[in-house]
T-cell receptor, first 115, second 116 residues
């Protein structure tokens, strides 16, 4: 049981390049999330997927797209990277609904630098 | 909209002593969940403790306990007998219980230093 996995762990891009961050969970969770973490700003929600087949914008969606490929996988794409997208990116998942066991489980993060 | 505020960017505690990290939130909902997450230098986010708003009793997990004051919308984390391994960023998080609500709101974090 690997939990939430993310690839890659580190990435350096040049301005204008594109890339996709991959996320997968093996806990049969319904909801998945992408956050970015910047110093002094906590975790900010980029996009989330409440269930397979649905995606919604979070607080900071500009410059990103997502795909919920299936129940396990949720990818984040940067079409044209900008220096402002330098950050640490976290994927998370949760059971969802009103279950008591609804904490988010997080991946190890991806440190992205855009030059 | 809900908000979560952590007003202490950094705290220090002597090893074996007790420290309290503050968190306040704003919501119009009557039922919700609150969480404390720990992020050590490895960056991995680890759940420390959770509280359901409809439960009166404060949650406790070993050396970690919360002081949940629903009327004051306050959710502080107390760490007893602090250890060097407790040094980390700590994030307070909120999630509403309304059906269909899937978003979690995080505070900006408190960096805890543990002094030997």
């Amino acid at each position: 049981n690997a939990g939430v996995t993310q690839t890659p762990k580190f990435q350096v891009l040049k301005t204008g390049q594109s890339m996709t961050l991959q996320c997968a969970q093996d806990m049969n969770h319904n909801s998945m999330y992408w956050y970015r973490q910047d110093p002094g700003m906590g975790l900010r929600l980029i996009y989330y997927s409440a269930s397979e087949g649905t995606t919604d914008k979070g607080e900071v969606p500009n410059g990103y797209n997502v795909s919920r490929l299936n129940k396990r996988e949720f990818s984040l794409r940067l079409e044209s990277a900008a220096p402002s997208q330098t950050s640490v990116y976290f994927c998370a998942s949760t059971v969802a609904g009103t279950s008591s066991y609804n904490e988010q489980f997080f991946g190890p993060g991806t440190r992205l630098t855009v030059l | 909209a809900q908000t979560v505020t952590q007003s202490q960017p950094e705290m220090s505690v002597q090893e074996a002593e007790t420290v309290t990290l503050s968190c306040t939130y704003d919501t119009s909902e009557s039922d919700y969940y609150l969480f404390w997450y720990k992020q050590p230098p490895s960056r991995q986010m680890i759940l420390v403790i959770r509280q359901e708003a409809y439960k009166q009793q404060n949650a406790t997990e070993n050396r970690f306990s919360v002081n949940f004051q629903k009327a004051a919308k306050s959710f502080s984390l107390k760490i007893s007998d602090s250890q060097l391994g407790d040094a980390a960023m700590y994030f307070c998080a909120y999630r509403g219980r309304t059906s269909g609500t899937y978003k979690y709101i995080f505070g900006t974090g408190t960096r805890l230093k543990v002094l030997a």
